[in-house]
Structures are given as structure tokens and as C-alpha cells.
């Protein structure tokens, strides 16, 4: 993976010391609130209900296993002994004291990480798929464009007070596993006979406004990836609405103009800066790339994973489920579920359990985790022999959990627990559809169901896009939930439709259940479940859960 | 103006508590004791009216939503450009010295006004800003130095138009 240089380790250590600086000059009076949040967010730190929360970057979702246990050791001394992680492969520290942050992000610094622009309206942390590298569906590995990226927007002066937040994230494979389309900026890379060529998405995001990207710029040649990007943050910085922070993204100003309007405004400005000095260099590329060259994959033999496989059910359903598909036969990518049941919030590792997982990567893997955006953990390359070992030990750690892509790997935010933005709680709601879901096999057989819950319309929960998607909303004071269904994520992603009024937080589980029973008995073949939404409608699962005298709120 | 910061003169930055410009709202709400020369009016008010004055303002301003373009035909009769930050969260006056820099290849003075404090000047440097009109109630040798800014600059600026990649020594 990336290993900083001087100069990486140089910006960390001076950015310790700068927002080491505000926070005494913020604690001395001598910088107001409103001078003090802007720089905070930009270091990620967030006042939330109870506390400071400090989401740190994790670059593009990638760890090493010195970085985990480092993130272990600040959930011990600094938090209450675990740490979240987050929808944009991010982990977020809850029970921060502002005192310390200097301290905790002198000990990231210690190992190449940061915490600059996780927040604020600034570039944040570029994200890609967490299977990078070693997927066997990958034309090209997108790290190195991540880490490119990740450092043209870093302290960018001119983009560090842009209308809104921007994201990017990158994917490269046959399935964007990367949320493309619902980024403000999405590119996907694609390997033809010119080379490698880009096409830029523009103007997706979730919250208020759900809205899919569109297609802004077919076949870029990849040495103009960061002009081009530099025309199009220009374009937005200019444009884009500040009146309103909730029609502050670029995707309202790319509806609002029409893509081909926006096209040509970032056309325009790209003609006066392409092939000016920005334009990347096949050294930088390569001096990137060559960081991100795996150890050498070996062939191994798999009889004994073979015979594990026959001799042990538990065991072959949690491969099926969780491992992925590696470029070498002799390897998988092992997923690891932060979704065991009710008593653990989804994407909640405890410090203990980071240290197993790291020790895991050291002893099996190659000393390298990933985050999901499902926020779950991934060991990118364990050969297959060490399967049964890897699962063994996790299991014992509360990390074994074979539910994948199944209905009760939901992708859950923090929500009114901890939110300051929250309208509902979101945690209490994803335990109970965990315990109302407790059995395997049912949902195992229920098969692949993306289930997302947010506890409000700022959607860090992803609700839009789920195949279920659970909104938490308040009405004068108390809180029901919204139901959408034939959401998808992925290179055909949609934005899922409302079923009608919301429900009680206790009725939430049933409601899920019904939609899944109507899907059950409609579905055919191996049809997914948003395919079936989309093709019998949403009125079979209406009139199936309004049916019975349901409190519902109006 | 009061309160400036400029690095127009040197790389170390100079300071004025007052120093001879006068910016105003529209040329009628000028007082008598400033030549007309020395004062730094709207754009708009530049298009209006400049030339009808013997001795022209030397300056004008601009709002941060006026296009920089439109500034083009008039930059050889003009000694400073400012631009104003209403807020010092709203950033489009970094991208207008962008394009004034390096599109409209100014060379004169570069004035940030409005809400200009000490944690954004390095930024407003980079992005060719060379006088800072800090924020009259801010001390300014405090802030300046809010000028030493970073020394990893990865991407390229108005003042230093390659990124680090092209500049960055083989250690």
C-alpha cells in the first residue's frame, strides 16, 4: 500500500500543529464559534449530542494492520474502547474530549493517517471499492487514481470553501461496488485499446434530493484526470448555489443548468488549463502505482479447504457468503461482518476485536485491511488453506457472522443515539430487525437483500438506494419511519419509491417482514429483489402491508 | 484601507495599519479628502463612469459573483484589483483570483477584503492574493502569521503553477 514520503509526512505533522494551534487560540477566546467550526470540520472533528466525534480518513478504504491496532489503541485511550466505520470507509471516534484531539492525531500522524477534510465543504475521502487490487473483475487497479486524487485535493486552496461537501469515489471493475452514481463526482476507469480512459459521472448524491450522476465526459485520457477535475470543482465554486445549503451540491446545479449546459461551462474552463502543469505525468503514475503492488501471490494447495468446505456446513455457508473472488485461484478475499446480531450497532469494532483482525492480516493475509462501504472489514487476500483458521478465530471474536449481502448486513448511520442532525434513532431500529431476523436459514434463503436505514433525510444510511430502505422522520416530536423499496446500488443504481405513511419504530421488523414475504412469493428464479419491485410494482407490497389495521402516521 | 498585510512589494510581508487606497460603496459616498485616484469603487460603478473622471480611481472591486472576464478590456489602466469575501466561508473570491492569475494573466495588486482572517491567508496567497485587508477588529500581526500556511503543497497554485509531482525531489 501507500507509504508516505517526506513530504506526506511532512504535511501530517505541520497540520497536527496548526489545528493544535486553533483549538488553544478556540479554548483561549481568541477565535469565535464561527471561526472555529469551519477549521474543525476541516479536520474532521464534529460537536454531536453527547460529545466531539472525530471521523478519521482511511484513504480509499485501505489499512494496514499497524494502522488498525493504532485505531485500536486510540478507541482504548480516548474513547469508550471501540470505533465505527462508516458508509465512506471512514471510522469515527464518538466520545472525543477536544483536549485531546491534538494528541490523537499526533499518534495517526505516527502512522501515516489523518483526519484532514473528512468534514466540511471540501473534497472529502476519496472512496473505491474495498476490493481493489486483488478483485478478479478489475481492469485496472483504482487505488493509485485515489491516492492521486487524494492528494490534489488536499489543502487544494482554491476548493476548501466550496457551496457543499464534494465526493468521488472510483471504481474499475465489471460491478462498480463503489457507489459511483450517487457521488457528486463518480469515474469510472476503463482499460481500451487507447489505454486507460475515464468516464466522468457529475451530480450524484442522496440526502434530501436523491438524484443518479450522469454522464459528463466518455473516454477522458487518464493524464487528464486532475485538469479535468480542477475545471469541474472551478465550475461548481463558481456556480453553485450558496443561499440554500440544502440546493448547495453540485447535483442541483447540474440539474438545474442541464448536463449539457454544465458540460460546456466545464469544457470551456478545461480548454484554458489542459495540458497545462497539472496534467499527470507517467512518473507520478508510476511512482504511485508501483506503492500499491501486491507481495507475490503463490500457488497453493486447497485440499484441505476443500475437504473443510465438504465436512462443515457452517463453515461453506460463511464462504459463500463472505469471501469474494480473487485474481489468484488460490486465494479469496475474506469479508469480515461487523453485523452479528442485535447487541452490536452495525459497523461498531470493538479495540480487542481490531487487533485480532490485524493480527489475522499479519499471520494469513498480507498485512492489509479494507473497509466496505457496508461497513464491514475486509482481509484482501488469505489463501483458501487458511480459510478454515481465519473463520475459526473470528468466530470466536464475534467476527464470524455469515450474513453478506443478506438482509441483516444493513447499512446503518449512528442516528439520534449520537447524531446532532438525527430526526429517529437508528440503532435500537437495526437491532430489532436483527432479532426478528436471528434465523440463517431463512436468511439465507430470503437471499441477497440490501436493507439501509438512516436517521434522517441526510441519508448517511444510503436509505434511497437500499432494495429496503428505512427513513427515520419525526412528526411533532415523535419518531416514525418511511419505507421505500426498489432501491439498487451499482453502474445501474435507482433511487427506491416511498410504500406510503411511515410506522412505528415497533412495527418496523413486521413491515419488513411482509415486504419480504410478498417478494418471496413473487420472485422468480434467482430474481433480486429490487428486479422483482421493479417488475410486478410496488402495489402487491402496498396492499400487503397496509392491509391489517397498522398504526400508521398520516 | 486599514489593517493590510502585502506582499507586493517582498516576499516578507509588510504591514499598514492604514495605507493610501479607499475602498467605498459608490464613488458619491467618498469623502472630499481622498483623490479620486486612490479609491477602489465597484466594477459596476467602473464601467458606469470611470472614464469621465480626469484623474480615474486606479481600482475597483468586485462582488464575488460578478465573472472576472468582463474585468479584461480594462486591466491596463488599473493598479489593484480587490476582492471581497462577505463571508469568510464563501469561497467563490478564490476561484475569481484563479482566473484573474492565471487566465487573465494579471499582474497587479490582488486584494483580499471583507472577512479576511488569519487561518485562510495562506490559501488566499496561493490562490494569488498579494495585499490582505484583515478584518478590522483582528490584530494583524497575529495575523499574519496565518501566512506560513503548510510546506507540502500537493496541488499546483496561481502562485506556483506545478504540483508537487513536478517539483518533488527524488529523497
Not at chain 1, 440546493?247 to 449539457?260: C, F, N
Request: net charge negative; with cysteine.
Amino acid at each position: 500500500m501507500y507509504q508516505y514520503d517526506f513530504y506526506d509526512k511532512a504535511l501530517v505533522r505541520e497540520r497536527v500543529a496548526q489545528f493544535r494551534d486553533q483549538i488553544e487560540r478556540y479554548q483561549a477566546g481568541k477565535l469565535t464559534e464561527e471561526e472555529f467550526l469551519p477549521l474543525r470540520l476541516q479536520n474532521g472533528l464534529y460537536l454531536q449530542k453527547h460529545a466531539y466525534m472525530l471521523r478519521v480518513a482511511i484513504p480509499y478504504g485501505t489499512l494496514s494492520s499497524k494502522q488498525l491496532r493504532t485505531l485500536g489503541d486510540i478507541a482504548t485511550e480516548f474513547d469508550k474502547d471501540y470505533g465505527h466505520f462508516t458508509t465512506r470507509q471512514n471510522i469515527q471516534f464518538n466520545w472525543i474530549e477536544l483536549d485531546r484531539v491534538p494528541e490523537i492525531i499526533e499518534r495517526l500522524a505516527d502512522v501515516e493517517m489523518h483526519s484532514i477534510q473528512t468534514s466540511g465543504n471540501t473534497v472529502r475521502n476519496v472512496t473505491t471499492e474495498a476490493f481493489a487490487g486483488v478483485s478478479a473483475d478489475e481492469f485496472v487497479d483504482p487505488r493509485p487514481f485515489a491516492e492521486i486524487i487524494r492528494q490534489w485535493s488536499t489543502i487544494n486552496p482554491e476548493f476548501l470553501f466550496l457551496p457543499r461537501k464534494f465526493k468521488i469515489a472510483v471504481s474499475s471493475s465489471v460491478k462498480d461496488r463503489a457507489a459511483v452514481r450517487t457521488h457528486d463526482v463518480g469515474i469510472y476507469i476503463n482499460r481500451t485499446h487507447g489505454g486507460l480512459r475515464l468516464d466522468v459521472m457529475v451530480g450524484g448524491g442522496l440526502g434530501r434530493t436523491p438524484i443518479l450522476s450522469q454522464r459528463l465526459k466518455e473516454g477522458l485520457e487518464w493524464q487528464h484526470m486532475l485538469t479535468y477535475l480542477e475545471a469541474v470543482l472551478r465550475v461548481y465554486n463558481r456556480h453553485g448555489r450558496r443561499d440554500n445549503r440544502y440546493k448547495a451540491r453540485i447535483k442541483i446545479l447540474v440539474k438545474s443548468l442541464g448536463i449539457d449546459v454544465f458540460a460546456e461551462e466545464v469544457e470551456k474552463e478545461w480548454q484554458q488549463i489542459k495540458n497545462g502543469p497539472s496534467e499527470l505525468t507517467a512518473t507520478e503514475f508510476q511512482r504511485v502505482a508501483e506503492q500499491f503492488q501486491s507481495a507475490s501471490l503463490v500457488e497453493a494447495p486447497t485440499y484441505e479447504y476443500e475437504a473443510a468446505l465438504a465436512r462443515d456446513h457452517t463453515f461453506s455457508n460463511w464462504v459463500d457468503k463472505n469471501t469474494h473472488d480473487h485474481k489468484h485461484t488460490s486465494y479469496l478475499s475474506v469479508v469480515i461482518s461487523t453485523k452479528p446480531g442485535p447487541n452490536n450497532p452495525p459497523g461498531d469494532v470493538t479495540a480487542t476485536q481490531m487487533n485480532i483482525i490485524a493480527d489475522l492480516s499479519e499471520q494469513f493475509g498480507d498485512g492489509e485491511i479494507r473497509v466496505t462501504h457496508e461497513q464491514n472489514l475486509v482481509l484482501p487476500s488469505v489463501q483458501k488453506r487458511h480459510l478454515y483458521d481465519v473463520w475459526s478465530t473470528l468466530k470466536q471474536a464475534d467476527l464470524g457472522h455469515s450474513n453478506i449481502g443478506l438482509l441483516t448486513d444493513m447499512i446503518t448511520c449512528p442516528g439520534g443515539d449520537y447524531c446532532a442532525l438525527a430526526n429517529a434513532k437508528s440503532i435500537p431500529v437495526a437491532a430489532d430487525i436483527q432479532q426478528h431476523f436471528s434465523d440463517l436459514d431463512y436468511l439465507h434463503d430470503i437471499g441477497e437483500l440490501d436493507l439501509n436505514i438512516s436517521g434522517c433525510m441526510n441519508a448517511c444510511g444510503h436509505h434511497h438506494v437500499g432494495n429496503i430502505g428505512i427513513l427515520g422522520v419525526d412528526k411533532n416530536g415523535s419518531e416514525w419511519y418511511q419505507v421505500t423499496i426498489g432501491g439498487k446500488q451499482g453502474e445501474d443504481a435507482r433511487i427506491g419509491k416511498v410504500i406510503g405513511p411511515s410506522f412505528k419504530a415497533a412495527d418496523v421488523p413486521q413491515v419488513i417482514d411482509k415486504l419480504v414475504q410478498v417478494f418471496i412469493t413473487h420472485r422468480e428464479l434467482e430474481e433480486q429483489f429490487s428486479d422483482t419491485v421493479q417488475r410486478i410494482g410496488i402495489t402487491p407490497f402496498k396492499e400487503r402491508v397496509y392491509a391489517p389495521a397498522m398504526e400508521t402516521a398520516e | 484601507m486599514n489593517n493590510v498585510i502585502s506582499l507586493v512589494n517582498s516576499s516578507q510581508p509588510e504591514i499598514s495599519e492604514h495605507d493610501n487606497w479607499h475602498l467605498v460603496d459608490a464613488i458619491e459616498n467618498s469623502e472630499a479628502i481622498w483623490p479620486k485616484s486612490m479609491l477602489v469603487i465597484p466594477f459596476k460603478e467602473w464601467l458606469e463612469s470611470a472614464e469621465a473622471y480626469a484623474t480615474a480611481p486606479k481600482a475597483f472591486w468586485l462582488d464575488n459573483e460578478t465573472d472576472v472576464h468582463l474585468v479584461e478590456p480594462w486591466l491596463d489602466k488599473i493598479e489593484l484589483i480587490a476582492l471581497n469575501f462577505p463571508k469568510f466561508t464563501d469561497g467563490r473570491a478564490y476561484t475569481q483570483a484563479v482566473e484573474l492569475r492565471t487566465q487573465l494573466r494579471w499582474r497587479g495588486e490582488l486584494r483580499a477584503f471583507g472577512d479576511v482572517l488569519r487561518d485562510q491567508l495562506t490559501h488566499m496567497h496561493r490562490c494569488g492574493f498579494n495585499s490582505f485587508a484583515v478584518r478590522e477588529d483582528k490584530d494583524i500581526l497575529d495575523a499574519m502569521k496565518g501566512l506560513n500556511g503548510i510546506s507540502t503543497r500537493y496541488s499546483g497554485s496561481a502562485i506556483e503553477p506545478e504540483p508537487l509531482f513536478r517539483r518533488r525531489a527524488v529523497i
